[in-house]
């Protein structure tokens, strides 16, 4: 029985449909298709029960499903033992943040294609939390300050940031110089989140309200440079503006807590080797000063 055959099952049966599956692995839903049709041609039995919405495991399905994906793992283990040092292959599947993705994390990712010729590295940028497991990701990049979950998190690098404001705001309502006034002014927020600021050891909790949000920091910095309220962003996504002057850092006496940058993946045994050396790349490339400081384009890790 073929690997790929095998490899292409569970990616079925996880996504739980041809067409997901399809999309995971980056090839036609006919070559998916036949591929199904070898493994259940070989074994004799039904393994996936089609349905208007995709497809079902039948119970043999369920019980091949569990002991297709160790055997997938186990080969990837094997060929990872006997690979030369350094050397990846296969797939490696991970999601980032749209508002750092592209300007931040997409040189690591095609610095890490270029050392592995061999390596399919599939990227998706999104400011959505993406569920690893069903969505079939190897990881994540996130950014910020990690909630409590079931995933195992690496963290690759500080982030800092600063409550902003532009001028005509500033101007027309002025700022805020502790966080217990935050409440009197127009917050720029995601959703309703909570803001965390230093004042010495301790670490005060506002409750900011606003009528403007955006999942997308960008979006949050244009909104802050237009006049609509205050934000608390990363530096990396205020720098420009700050330098144009469009804004302006403002209760400066009570800095964020520095919020970090972390690769996150679904708990198993052992980590993936890709994932362990995208996150030693990851590392290498922020690990350092001056961090996620500022926007643009960071120099590329030393090559390996």
């Keep these: 029985m073929d690997i790929e055959d095998l490899r292409t099952f569970v990616e079925v049966a996880d996504a739980g449909g041809v067409t997901a599956a399809a999309r995971r692995l980056g090839v036609s839903k006919s070559i998916v298709s036949r591929r199904l049709h070898r493994i259940e041609e070989e074994l004799g039995v039904q393994l996936l029960a089609r349905t208007t919405r995709g497809a079902a495991l039948t119970e043999a399905g369920a019980t091949f499903r569990d002991h297709a994906a160790r055997v997938c793992a186990e080969m ?30 997409a040189p690591v990712l095609a610095e890490m294609a270029r050392r592995h010729p061999e390596l399919h590295v599939h990227a998706c940028y999104s400011d959505r939390f993406v569920d690893l497991v069903s969505e079939g990701y190897d990881c994540a990049i996130r950014v910020g300050y990690l909630q409590g979950s079931n995933l195992i998190a690496k963290r690759v690098g500080p ?14 309502h ?8 935050i409440v009197e002014h127009q917050a720029l927020m995601q959703g309703t989140e909570t803001w965390q600021f230093e004042n010495g050891n301790e670490v005060v909790t506002v409750h900011p309200q606003g ?24 530096d990396c996504v205020t720098h420009d503006h700050i330098v144009s002057g469009e804004l302006v850092p403002i209760m400066t006496r009570y800095p964020p807590p520095a919020a970090g940058a972390y690769v996150v993946r679904p ?33 590329r890790p030393r090559e390996g």
């Design 267 to 299: 708990r198993g045994q052992h980590p993936e080797r890709k994932v362990r050396v995208l996150t030693d790349l990851l590392i290498e490339y922020f690990g350092k000063p001056p961090h996620l400081a500022q926007s643009g384009h960071r120099s």
């Design 76 to 105: 990837d283990e094997a060929r990872e033992t006997i690979l030369p040092t350094g050397h990846l292959r296969g797939r490696l599947r991970v999601a980032a943040p749209l508002t750092f993705g592209p300007t931040h994390f």
């Design 174 to 181: 002025g700022a805020p110089e502790t966080p217990d006034e």
């Design 211 to 234: 009528r403007f949000k955006a999942d997308n920091g960008v979006a949050l910095a244009a909104a802050a440079a237009a006049g609509l309220g205050v934000a608390r962003l990363p």
């Design 159 to 172: 982030m800092y940031g600063k409550l902003v404001a532009s001028p005509g705001y500033i101007k027309a």
